[in-house]
């Protein structure tokens, strides 16, 4: 299914979000993708193995025999000067955690798709954002991903920051399991030419591991040295902020879409409550707010695009603005502050030194690829609506749609 779409050269298609991610890796010109299957991530390399073989992408595509040494592979491939694509899902991202954890400090700029999966034991093929969860620590950029169009746009912008000299950081793009990796969404293919503008070749500079330049990686420097290069990561991180806006502006400029780079805002004008989250989630929420609003309720929904770097002032200016908050979690974090989710705690810890705090609820929903469903959103709005006018939060953080 194809057809021109009003930007010239341009062509629509009827495409999942990891064939999305796929033409990205075409788009952008990828020059090393290594593979190994595991679902839901794998239809990426499935589709850019069906590219290089038709001619359509000229690249290195080497089939590892694990996660671990795929990840070293292009690893290695970005210490040398090569733009590279990797991904995985679940217990094969957390297999690869050793190049995971070095490809940070090294500052390399790979870009990697995790297809969001529950991890073993117990086992589901279903989506839980703890997977990707496990890097943000450990100097990954983390972002997730609503819609096939925003996957294919994401991934550009992903290789545009992390390869910006001032960042030197991998990108990790979190799409949720089959709710987005399997499903069909039309999207605009931009040209090469429109991506050629928009995205500079990749330049490691002096950085570049060549037997011309002859450099050190990797290095062992104990106590001497390991501090100084945590807080050169940090800087990293912190400059990455100003990238990504430059980028989304941009990206605005040549490709004609996109909003703000940091937080989608549903419906929140005039809003009481509001709802956030991450990924796929926006779909059944603003269903859930629009028939709300039909009955003269004022709630809103709240997506967040960047978990690393985390956007605390946008965050807070935004959120401040309601009477309560409600902060729905795909993922799980055992002992934590309230026993809350990771975006629970993080959004809190923003909101603290705000003038204007709102009584802030967890909610933990949808693990293991259950529907998260309109009474689902319904329960959460409603328990959000009685803190706001109560102003006392009688329950930090609710399961929903737990059975027994």
Known sequence: MSALTAKAGEREE??????????????????????????????????VAKMISNGDLDAEYIVAESEH?????????????????VGSSGVGWFYAMEA?????????????????????????FGCEHNDALAVRDLGWMLTWIEGAQEALDTALMAYRVAENPKVFLPCALGMDGAF?????????????????EFLPPYDRGDKRLHPDNPITIAPQVNEDWLMEIRMQNSEAMKRARGVIVEANRDFKRIFGRGGDPWLEEYMTEDAEVVLIGQGTLGLPVKVTVRKLREQGQKVGFVRLKWLRPFPTEEITQTLSRFKAVGVVDRDYSFGSPN??????????????????????????????????????????????VKTAKTGRVDKPTTWVGVRG
Do not use: W
């Open 14 to 47: 009827l495409i999942s979000g990891c064939e999305a991610i796929a033409h990205a890796c075409r788009l952008a010109d990828i020059d090393v993708v290594t593979a190994y299957p595991i679902r839901p991530y794998d239809t990426v390399m499935q589709m």
């Open 339 to 384: 026993d809350g989710g990771v975006l629970y705690n993080e959004i809190r810890s923003a909101l603290y030194g705000a003038d204007t705090r709102p009584p802030i609820l967890g909610f933990i929903c949808g693990l293991g690829g259950r529907e998260v469903t309109i009474p689902d959103v319904v329960e959460m709005v409603e328990t959000t």
């Open 100 to 124: 995971l954890a070095v490809t940070a400090g090294l500052r390399l700029p790979m870009v990697a798709l995790v297809g969001n999966r529950a991890l073993d034991d117990p086992g589901a």
């Open 180 to 196: 987005l990796t399997h499903s069909q969404h039309l999207v605009r293919l931009p040209t090469k030419e429109q991506v050629t």
């Open 69 to 85: 040494s795929q990840f070293e592979i292009v690893k290695h491939a970005s210490a040398v000067g090569a733009r590279v694509f």
